[in-house]
């Protein structure tokens, strides 16, 4: 239907409006944690999935060199002037050479993948050798009582041990699951 609202475009709008899903400083807590207990210096840094920017700007802000990639193009409006690739990573590649990048970060995305595994290799795959990638999803074992329902998105739950196997089989090394 030509006028439905399942469209990559809308699901920012719709999903993460400010109205919805208010700014706060979380962002900016989150990052400054990911840097000191993660990252532990700055770099380049990709977020995929980056949605309305409220991450990318936090890692900016302590001075990341940051860009973006969603399934998205409302995306490049809330961001700029971040650089930032439109991807369907069902579809394609992000569009980055192979070693690109220090950090690769991802936030609520994975869980909406119907082949996840996509995500993790293109995450590996443009990470420099010796650069660390974090992901972020809600544990499932946790919240299974119906947190997972609640977006009609979400198609592949995982618990610590599967993320941890699904990194190790996209190539990751010492991998830690928490």
């Keep these: ?18 109205e919805k899903r208010p700014v706060t400083n979380y962002p900016i807590k989150l990052a400054k944690h990911i840097k000191e207990n993660y990252f532990h210096k700055t770099g380049t840094l990709l977020d995929i999935g980056c949605g309305r920017g409220d991450m990318l700007k936090a890692f900016n802000e302590i001075e990341f060199g940051v860009h973006g990639s969603d399934i998205s193009p409302v995306s490049e409006e809330l961001i700029k002037p971040i ?59 946790h919240t299974y009582a119906g947190a997972f329902y609640l977006d009609h998105t979400h198609v592949s739950p995982f618990i610590l041990n599967s993320l941890r196997d699904a990194m190790l089989l996209a190539n990751f090394k010492n991998v830690s699951s928490k």
């Design 1 to 18: 239907n030509e006028n439905s609202n399942f469209k990559k475009e809308n699901y920012i709008n719709l999903l993460y409006s400010s």
């Design 83 to 141: 650089p930032f690739t439109v991807c369907d990573l069902s579809q394609n590649q992000l569009d980055y050479p192979d070693n690109t990048f220090d950090f690769v970060f991802s936030k609520s995305v994975i869980e909406h993948l119907r082949e996840p595994e996509k995500l993790l290799n293109e995450a590996y795959r443009v990470l420099k050798p010796g650069g660390k990638f974090l992901v972020m999803t809600p544990s499932w074992m």
